[in-house]
């Protein structure tokens, strides 16, 4: 190692410096999570558009009613999960925990909620649909209660893997802040 005024301190080759630049597991773990939540944001994002097109589109009628449905009643509390999305990206500049709870609780409260209530609502039109062979309701030529309970799907698993990593990412900050208060 070099030294500001000169010659390298007695005993050393330079090459003692190696153990330093070792980056913390919970700060990889951090980034790695942080990228991981990010992509699950988007695509929540790129459902939330789907969904808010299909709800404009049937309300401003630019299109056939047998070309794309009314939307469901839990499609509209749905609209309400981008909030969560957008604390989840406000926290992590600043790895700030309280945004970051704020949006796992309203994860749940506006992701998750209409979710399970859409299941439940569409259940008697897919009933209907799967033993009578009669659906009502079509988006593109298809059975609007299936393509929905696609949706209902991907986006259950998409805010589940949210929830997980955001758990995840929460206990690596906590980690960072306990070693901090230790020093």
Not at 2 to 19: E, K, L, N, Q, V
Not at 121 to 135: D, I, V
């Amino acid at each position: 190692m070099a030294s500001r005024g000169g010659p390298r301190a007695a005993g050393t080759d330079g090459s003692d410096y190696r153990h330093r630049e070792r980056v913390a597991s919970h700060y990889q773990m951090s980034v790695a999570l942080k990228s991981e939540i990010k992509k699950l944001i988007y695509m929540h994002v790129a459902i939330w558009l789907l969904l808010l097109a299909q709800m404009c589109v049937g309300h401003l009628k630019l299109l056939p009613h047998d070309q794309v449905a009314m939307p469901y009643q839990w499609e509209y509390p749905y609209l309400l999960s981008i909030l969560p999305a957008l604390l989840g990206l406000l926290s992590f500049p600043r790895n700030n925990i309280s945004y970051l709870v704020l949006s796992m609780i309203s994860t749940g409260l506006f992701s998750v909620a209409p979710l399970i209530y859409g299941a439940m609502e569409m259940f008697p039109m897919a009933q209907q649909l799967y033993r009578h062979g009669k659906a009502y309701r079509f988006i593109f030529g298809f059975s609007a209660v299936s393509v929905m309970y696609l949706v209902v799907v991907v986006a259950a698993q998409l805010h589940s893997w949210q929830l997980y990593y955001s758990k995840k990412l929460l206990d690596s900050w906590f980690t960072s802040t306990q070693e901090k208060k230790k020093k």
